[in-house]
């Protein structure tokens, strides 16, 4: 699996906050938590607006 970066970030009051960079092993080893979000692994954490679930994001990295 690749190890590119993705920022995790979690809905809260009604806005996004981040909560890391990491890659993407580390965030799809993460516990499944409502309403976070990984920026799109082809795109700069922390400046993109494209985000995934979690389970979106383990179909990209898939191989």
């Known amino acids: 699996m690749s ?5 995790a970030t979690v809905k809260k009051r ?5 909560v ?4 993407t092993t ?4 993460m516990p499944e938590m409502k309403g976070m979000e990984f920026s799109h692994p082809d795109e700069t954490p922390g400046e993109t607006e494209v985000r995934l679930t979690q389970t ?8």
């Open 20 to 23: 890391g960079i990491m890659n």
């Open 26 to 29: 580390q965030a799809l080893d």
């Open 14 to 18: 009604g806005r996004r906050v981040a």
């Open 56 to 63: 979106e994001l383990a179909e990209v990295v898939k191989p």
């Open 3 to 7: 190890r590119r970066m993705v920022e």
